[in-house]
């Protein structure tokens, strides 16, 4: 058996949407259905390709060829920001802000039915689906601490409009603890029944973030607006 080649990652012009970038790093605004990085069967097309090609090669390395500049992530169905690295030391900086959980992640999120409570804490370990390789769960076995924090922020038609902050970031963190409460994200491909709306995806937007930039020292925060296709649903769903 040939030993395994690790793929050409080749940098491709994708229009990207910058909300902030200066020498050592970006803030990026994904849109729905982009998936962050290469994997197999999936090597090209992602935002790091057209990372790639924006930053002629200077990335960060600390995550290795496949994931240049990655510092976290954020679901391919999900819209919204990310922290991307041009240099080792930003990259550092930031892995560990989120690590002692002091960059502050805000998403928006349109859920199934009429949340009971207006405001409350899902403090629910998550971690691999003992049967779906794609999924994840909440389970005691072999999982991390998970916690999510969600608002109210309107009632709507048969849904709820709900604001997630994330203590901890765990893969499918938020669709996980949504469905686990009984109240998947509307278009959720893998954690709800049903689609209803035909949507192309869980209505999920990672509005904010706040984090200390890596050189100045200064706290900064970004928002950007959800995608149309959001703001459409929202509208249909408040008639």
Do not use: W
């Not at 790091?48 to 090669?57: E, Q, S």
């Not at 600390?62 to 679901?75: A, C, E, K, S, Y």
């Not at 100045?216 to 959800?226: C, H, L, Q, V």
Request: charged share 20%; with cysteine; proline share 7%.
């Amino acid at each position: 058996v040939p030993e395994p080649k690790t793929p050409d990652i080749k940098a491709e012009n994708i229009p990207l949407d910058i909300v902030y970038e200066d020498d050592c790093m970006l803030v990026i605004n994904k849109p729905q259905g982009m998936v962050v990085h290469p994997a197999p069967g999936n090597y090209d097309g992602t935002l790091v390709n057209a990372l790639m090609y924006h930053c002629k090669g200077s990335l960060s390395g600390i995550n290795g060829i496949m994931r240049p500049g990655i510092v976290h992530r954020i679901d391919k169905d999900t819209s919204g920001l990310l922290l991307v690295a041009k240099t080792n030391e930003a990259h550092l900086s930031l892995s560990e802000q989120i690590k002692d959980k002091t960059v502050h992640r805000h998403y928006i999120c349109i859920v199934s039915g009429i949340l009971k409570t207006k405001k409350g804490i899902i403090d629910a370990p998550i971690g691999r689906h003992p049967s779906s390789r794609l999924k994840m769960t909440v389970t005691q076995n072999n999982s991390k601490r998970a916690v999510t924090h969600f608002e109210v922020l309107e009632y709507l038609n048969g849904a709820t409009y709900t604001a997630c902050d994330l203590e901890t970031g765990r893969t499918h963190q938020i669709r996980v603890h949504m469905q686990y409460i009984g109240h998947p994200v509307l278009g959720d491909p893998l954690y709800a029944r049903q689609n209803p709306y035909k949507l192309k995806g869980q209505a999920l937007h990672a509005q904010s973030i706040t984090f200390i930039h890596p050189i100045s020292g200064e706290e900064m925060t970004f928002t950007a607006e959800p995608p149309q296709y959001f703001t459409d649903l929202l509208n249909k769903l408040r008639n």
